[in-house]
């Protein structure tokens, strides 16, 4: 598709289990950013990767949660022994470079439950 | 710290009328000033934005208008219509790092617009 897809929509774990969301950006755009809204607010940055680099991870709450981009392209991001609070939506976006516009994805739905 | 804040949570208009929607920002080192629509169970998108040293910004039906000495942001939308209900995001950009530019999200505003 045209658009930044991300899966699963919907995602719902046990505490303490390990989950993957992976995020499809638009070809082509070097930059690609993960974001986690909780419900009423919104998004905050987690991590940004410019190409296969990741040159920002100062929003990781933890040191559960864990991103990768090993091609440049698809990216996933992880979170391991998952705990009620990492209850959220988890955007991706990407982008071209620096520009403002950043298209987001539905993102994913995570309930821990 | 960094924020974005937000006067009104939630505004109500009526299809046709214009809308105003209001942010204060704290980070004076922001370069661009965006603002991001999020329709219910959709990604946020993008409207429109400014650049720091700019004023004011026209779109299709939407105008933003920056502040600096106040550190305010407005976005104003023409004729309202019922697709343009949504959550509203103020956004800053700053570059964090190299050739790294993150963007600040508000809280967002509800705006409902009424047929």
């Known amino acids: 598709g045209a658009g930044v897809s991300q899966s699963p929509r919907y995602k719902v774990a046990k505490r303490g289990q390990d989950v993957a969301l992976r995020c499809d950006p638009i070809s082509g755009h070097v930059s690609l950013f993960w974001y986690q809204q909780a419900l009423g607010q919104g998004p905050e940055f987690l991590t940004y990767?410019?190409?296969?680099?990741?040159?920002?991870k100062s929003g990781l709450p933890s040191d559960r949660f864990f991103a990768e981009r090993p091609e440049g392209s698809v990216s996933t991001l992880k979170i391991q022994r998952t705990q009620q609070e990492d209850s959220a939506v988890y955007l991706c976006?990407?982008?071209?470079?620096?520009?403002?516009?950043?298209?987001f994805g539905q993102g994913t739905r995570l309930t821990v439950v | 710290g960094e924020s974005v804040g937000l006067h009104l949570p939630t505004l109500s208009v009526q299809e046709g009328d214009n809308s105003i929607i209001n942010c204060a920002y704290s980070n004076s080192a922001s370069d661009y000033f965006i603002w991001y629509k999020q329709e219910s169970g959709k990604g946020p998108q993008f409207i429109i934005d400014i650049r720091s040293n700019m004023d004011k910004r026209q779109g299709q039906r939407v105008t933003v208008l920056l502040n600096k000495t106040v550190k305010h942001l407005s976005l104003q939308i023409a004729a309202t219509q019922p697709g343009d209900s949504a959550v509203y995001f103020c956004v800053t950009r700053r570059r964090s790092g190299g050739s790294n530019y993150k963007l600040t999200f508000g809280k967002g505003t509800l705006l409902t617009v009424n047929p």
């Open positions: 976006a990407s982008s071209l470079g620096r520009n403002t516009e950043a298209f």
């Open positions: 990767f410019q190409n296969e680099a990741q040159l920002d």
